[in-house]
């Protein structure tokens, strides 16, 4: 008797935290976001992964960096900056303060260029697919916000990267896109080759070697890389795709922000079970920014 009601407990007990995750999870399912993914890794041009090489030299095991890389890591074709989408995104590559503790100082021509960029990705598949799976799935909260509304929040929100300050100084996509200085002491963010690259070309970043690199299927084109790197005086490492399109990124992302903050969340793309892992900050319990994301192994 004891041990049948012990059993009923337990499987009450069960019940309640499956229920409990399910409700968590926002009721998307890990299938469907693969297979979601997966579709949006369909709407590549392949163009990309054509005009990108890369040159990995020494390889770095540890935590203690040393450069042991003396030629560059990407060289991209420049046809690529007249794709619609990177051209606008490059625009925005000197819009922002990278040291954590320096108030953004937006300016209207700034806003008017994270227009421009909100522009051409409304014209892309996956960016509108993203949105729209996630409005589906009763993840972007009440009202009729626009896709443009949504992406603006999601990816221009200013907000402060510290607990105990007030200002504004972060937002997910200088975060993400182009790096910050933490405390003027730690690189953090920079997941984007084609902000990799252009920092590369100015001279102001010193590519020192890789530490992991994967590809997506049966090949062995590389699709995302950790690597060491100097700039701004500091050393560091960070973990980014190669040769994919600035929109399918921050479609996987939005949608991570959307259906798995704070989690690392299983994608697969080419056929390759990945995952993304994705940072939601909190601003003294006010409405939760997207902190950082960024594809992982
Ligand atoms: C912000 O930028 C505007 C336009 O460039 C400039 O006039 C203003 O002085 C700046 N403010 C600060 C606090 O840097
Ligand atoms: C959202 O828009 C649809 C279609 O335009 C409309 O039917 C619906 O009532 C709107 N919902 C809200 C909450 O505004
Ligand atoms: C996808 O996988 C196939 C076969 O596994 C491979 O030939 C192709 O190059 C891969 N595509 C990319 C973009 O990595
Ligand atoms: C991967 O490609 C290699 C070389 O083309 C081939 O020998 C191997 O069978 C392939 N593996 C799979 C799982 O397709």
């Known amino acids: 008797m004891q041990s049948n009601r012990w059993t009923g407990f337990l499987l009450v007990a069960i019940t309640v935290i499956v229920g409990c995750m399910g409700k968590k999870q926002n009721k998307v399912t890990n299938s469907e976001l693969k297979q979601l993914t997966e579709e949006l890794f369909g709407y590549e041009d392949q163009i990309f992964r054509s005009r990108v090489e890369t040159n990995f030299q020494g390889q770095l095991t540890g935590r203690r960096f040393r450069d042991v890389a ?25 819009n922002y303060e990278m040291d954590t503790n320096q108030k953004e100082n937006v300016t209207l021509e700034e806003k008017e ?21 996630c409005s589906d799935h009763g993840l972007v909260g009440k009202g009729n916000r626009t896709h443009r509304e949504i992406l603006r929040h999601v990816w221009f929100q200013q907000y402060p990267r510290h607990q105990n300050i ?23 963010g920079l997941h984007n080759w084609v902000s990799f690259n252009n920092a590369e070309r100015s001279g102001d970043i010193d590519y020192w070697g890789y530490r992991l690199k994967n590809s ?5 084109i590389p699709a995302v890389v950790d690597v060491a790197y100097r700039y701004v005086g500091h ?12 929109e399918l990124e921050m479609s996987l ?15 697969s793309m ?28």
Not at 283 to 290: E, K, S, V, Y
Request: net charge neutral; proline share 5%.
């Open 70 to 94: 003396p030629q560059p890591f990407l060289a991209v074709d420049d046809e690529i900056f007249e794709n619609p989408v990177v051209k606008r995104l490059r625009k925005l590559f000197d």
């Open 113 to 133: 260029e994270e227009e421009r960029l909100l522009d051409a990705l409304l014209e892309t598949n996956s960016i509108n697919r993203v949105i729209n799976f």
């Open 166 to 188: 007030d200002v504004a100084t972060s937002s997910a996509f200088e975060h993400i896109f182009l790096g910050e200085l933490k405390r003027g002491r730690k690189l953090t």
């Open 216 to 220: 997506l299927g049966n090949t062995t």
């Open 235 to 246: 050393v560091s490492s960070t973990i980014f795709f190669i040769g994919t399109s600035p």
């Open 253 to 267: 992302f939005t949608l991570c922000y959307f259906a798995r903050p704070n989690k690392y969340y299983h994608i």
């Open 270 to 297: 080419n056929g390759t079970d990945f995952g993304i892992k994705t940072y939601v900050m909190n601003h003294r319990g006010r409405h939760a920014h997207l902190a950082t994301a960024f594809p992982q192994y």
